[in-house]
């Protein structure tokens, strides 16, 4: 059995004139002790997916159907008070935004020692304070540091300072919210082998979102790709990465800097969102792929197997050599 298994979720959130469909019949696994990415442009849904996954959606959110399982408990049916027990105990979220979730009014060391205390009530205040130095010294923190406020740290501290607290209960599953995004590069390599490290020394399994697909290639061994709330291709990241079969993944790939001839011009796909309110007919790609034909008009394509564990949901995934030959004539700013 995984240790998460999603089915069929669908997300939406409740808006003036209708419904923002912001995941939409979204379904994986997540084994024990593994590292897998979610990957896709912003508002693909990638925080709503997490943010689901924890119970953590807004009060205008609904799930109208799906199943979120983990360790066997379906966290889409239980309560509030059974899911507050969960979290940080056994799966830990690290939020988007590491200045709006640590609590401005309280020291780092209040806020460590607090999380600890709403789950275990028979330790001492000194070992939570011992706790939290372990902690952040794994993230590379100095001790000195429990006394500061939030707004003295830099943004890459108090981004640390929340993947401590989510290692502090020693969780079977963490979320990592774009943890890398607006930070240097010596930060970025220094979180991403952070993530290894709790999956390698403390059997972690970690989510870990982002829109780099460089920074996932490196650390997940699997990678799911969002795009307007579908799946668009999910399997081993490395053959996922070489051989990307959704043109959405050879977009991506294509629109990374190549670093054997740095001066050639890079060939980028507009950061647009799609548009979940009123989704194209067809698949949800449309607007946006150079490979598009009559037949991505009439509806959303299946997903299904293509090859190695690939999926992928594409009209065009058996041509997937042609259209990788083909990614760099093409014209990827064609957005809606
Ligand atoms: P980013 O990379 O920018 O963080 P994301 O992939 O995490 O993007 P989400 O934040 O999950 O995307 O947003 C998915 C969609 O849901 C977007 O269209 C967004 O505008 C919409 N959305 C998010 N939160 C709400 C909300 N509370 N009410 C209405 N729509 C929302
Ligand atoms: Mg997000």
């Given at each position: 059995m995984s240790l998460l298994s999603v089915r069929d979720l669908e997300v939406q959130y409740e808006v003036e004139d209708g419904y923002v469909r912001a995941v939409d019949g979204v379904s994986f696994d997540i084994e024990t002790e593994s590292i897998v990415g979610v990957l896709g442009e912003s508002g693909c849904g990638k925080s709503t997916l997490a943010k689901a996954i924890i119970g953590g959606l807004p009060d205008n959110a609904v799930i109208p159907s799906g199943e979120i399982t983990f360790d066997g408990t379906d966290l889409a049916a239980i309560s509030d008070e059974r899911m507050r027990e969960i979290r940080w105990e056994q799966i830990a979220y690290v939020p988007q935004s590491a200045m709006g979730s640590l609590d401005p009014v309280y020291t780092i060391q209040q806020q460590l020692t607090e999380t600890i205390l709403a789950h275990r009530s028979d330790v001492s205040k000194q070992d939570c304070i011992e706790r939290a130095k372990e902690v952040l010294d794994l993230v590379g923190i100095s001790p000195s540091r429990l006394k500061s406020y939030p707004h003295q740290l830099s943004g890459g501290m108090r981004q640390r300072v929340l993947l401590a607290m989510s290692l502090l209960l020693e969780p079977e599953l963490i979320i990592a919210d774009e943890p890398t995004t607006g930070l240097d590069v010596l930060l970025r390599d220094k979180i991403l082998n952070d993530i290894e490290t709790y999956r390698d020394e403390f059997g972690i399994s970690v989510i870990f979102v982002s829109h780099d697909i460089a920074d996932l290639v490196e650390t997940s061994e699997f990678i799911i790709e969002m795009y307007g709330g579908k799946i668009t291709e999910k399997g081993p990241s490395k053959t996922m990465f070489d051989q990307p079969v959704h043109p959405y993944t050879i977009g991506l790939k294509n629109s990374l800097p190549d670093l054997a001839s740095s001066t050639e011009e890079m060939i980028a796909m507009k950061m647009q969102p799609p548009?979940?309110?009123?989704?194209?007919?067809?698949?949800?790609?449309i607007n946006k792929c150079p490979f598009a034909e009559a037949e991505c008009e009439t509806a959303h394509p299946e997903f299904r197997e293509e090859r190695q564990g690939i999926h992928s949901a594409c009209y065009r995934a058996g041509e997937s050599d042609l259209m990788r030959g083909e990614a760099a004539e093409v014209d990827w700013s064609n957005v809606d």
């Amino acid at each position: 059995m995984s240790l998460l298994s999603v089915r069929d979720l669908e997300v939406q959130y409740e808006v003036e004139d209708g419904y923002v469909r912001a995941v939409d019949g979204v379904s994986f696994d997540i084994e024990t002790e593994s590292i897998v990415g979610v990957l896709g442009e912003s508002g693909c849904g990638k925080s709503t997916l997490a943010k689901a996954i924890i119970g953590g959606l807004p009060d205008n959110a609904v799930i109208p159907s799906g199943e979120i399982t983990f360790d066997g408990t379906d966290l889409a049916a239980i309560s509030d008070e059974r899911m507050r027990e969960i979290r940080w105990e056994q799966i830990a979220y690290v939020p988007q935004s590491a200045m709006g979730s640590l609590d401005p009014v309280y020291t780092i060391q209040q806020q460590l020692t607090e999380t600890i205390l709403a789950h275990r009530s028979d330790v001492s205040k000194q070992d939570c304070i011992e706790r939290a130095k372990e902690v952040l010294d794994l993230v590379g923190i100095s001790p000195s540091r429990l006394k500061s406020y939030p707004h003295q740290l830099s943004g890459g501290m108090r981004q640390r300072v929340l993947l401590a607290m989510s290692l502090l209960l020693e969780p079977e599953l963490i979320i990592a919210d774009e943890p890398t995004t607006g930070l240097d590069v010596l930060l970025r390599d220094k979180i991403l082998n952070d993530i290894e490290t709790y999956r390698d020394e403390f059997g972690i399994s970690v989510i870990f979102v982002s829109h780099d697909i460089a920074d996932l290639v490196e650390t997940s061994e699997f990678i799911i790709e969002m795009y307007g709330g579908k799946i668009t291709e999910k399997g081993p990241s490395k053959t996922m990465f070489d051989q990307p079969v959704h043109p959405y993944t050879i977009g991506l790939k294509n629109s990374l800097p190549d670093l054997a001839s740095s001066t050639e011009e890079m060939i980028a796909m507009k950061m647009q969102p799609p548009n979940l309110h009123n989704p194209p007919e067809g698949c949800r790609f449309i607007n946006k792929c150079p490979f598009a034909e009559a037949e991505c008009e009439t509806a959303h394509p299946e997903f299904r197997e293509e090859r190695q564990g690939i999926h992928s949901a594409c009209y065009r995934a058996g041509e997937s050599d042609l259209m990788r030959g083909e990614a760099a004539e093409v014209d990827w700013s064609n957005v809606d």
